[in-house]
């Protein structure tokens, strides 16, 4: 699947600003386009309105930081989107796709997972979604229907995106999966522009759109968003609902990686995890039955 282009982002986000929300009169007359026209753009950004429109056409190689931030404030951008708008910018006008070794785990992102023991669940992502690794509650409460070892396997490693979007059952644990989708799609597309190359990950884009009419409709939206801190509300098929915030800490060692921690945002909710912590030692200890 073909990546977004810094033009067509540049008119995706055009189109959603009005005259009004840039404060442009309009006398009431009629238009033909929905948002600001190029020259109306360009005059608020204080660039040309042939120099606006060359961008437009994909040649965003002359364009500065300053007329990148001058373009995000009319556009009315936030962080991750200016951050977008930068990245795309600075995409090669020809650049072949390469395919990226498979991720693992940096020594110090496992020795901080293991520091956190298992009252805490907590799994560390690669860049595209993938799980490099979690510990044994974080398995529970995500993907209990997995096999523990299966993000050590390369063939088998678990692919949050595929399992939110794929998956009825992981879709089934959360009760508020509208919102969590919505959140998956606008960070993969601020990933996209970051990795714009990474065959994987447009090979992954593509098999989502394909795949699932959800993940279609969101992608087409073209919504950016990074994803730090947030909630979740489960409906855990062992232990119940459970609702927790998760913060992301990222690896300045391997930034790319992600370690997610969970952590109950209410009474019910902790009693759930240290029930399903009980659970899960009891099931890692208990002895195998040979048939």
């Known amino acids: 699947m073909e ?30 386009v929905p948002g600001l026209r190029r020259e109306e753009l360009a005059q608020l950004a204080g660039v040309s309105a042939g120099y606006y429109t060359r961008l437009e056409q994909g040649q ?3 364009a500065s930081a300053q007329v990148l931030d001058a373009l995000a404030r009319v556009l009315q951008l936030d962080p991750a989107e200016t951050a977008h708008l930068h990245n795309l910018a600075r995409q090669p006008a020809t650049s072949r796709p390469v395919r990226p070794r498979p991720e693992k785990p940096h020594p110090r992102v496992l020795a901080l997972l293991a520091s956190l023991g ?21 398995h529970a409460l995500f993907a209990e229907h997995l096999d523990f070892d299966a993000p050590h396997d390369l063939v ?19 009760r508020n999966w509208p919102e969590l989708a919505r959140i998956h799609v606008a960070y993969l597309r601020l990933t996209a522009g970051r990795y714009p190359t990474d065959a994987r990950l447009a ?34 098929p062992t232990v119940g609902g459970v609702n927790v915030d998760y913060q992301v800490w990222l690896q300045p060692d391997s930034p790319d990686h992600r370690l997610e921690v969970y952590t109950p945002n209410d009474t019910p909710s902790a009693d ?17 039955r040979i048939w």
């Open 118 to 138: 298992e009252s805490m669940p907590a799994v560390v992502l690669g860049r595209r979604g993938d799980v490099l690794a979690w510990n044994r509650t974080g």
């Open 3 to 32: 990546l977004e282009s810094f033009g067509a982002y540049l008119k995706a986000r055009r189109d959603r600003v009005t005259p009004a929300d840039a404060g442009l009169p309009t006398y009431g007359t009629a238009r033909r």
């Open 272 to 288: 759930a995890l240290r029930l399903l912590t009980r659970w899960t030692a009891e099931s890692a200890t208990r002895p195998v």
């Open 60 to 62: 965003a190689g002359t």
């Open 156 to 174: 088998r490693r678990p692919s949050v995106p595929r399992m939110f979007f794929l998956d009825p059952l992981t879709r089934d644990l959360h």
């Open 203 to 236: 090979e992954l884009i593509g098999e989502l759109a394909m795949r699932s009419r959800d993940f279609a409709k969101l992608w087409a939206k073209g919504d950016v968003a990074d994803c730090t801190v947030g909630t979740m509300n489960l409906q855990h």
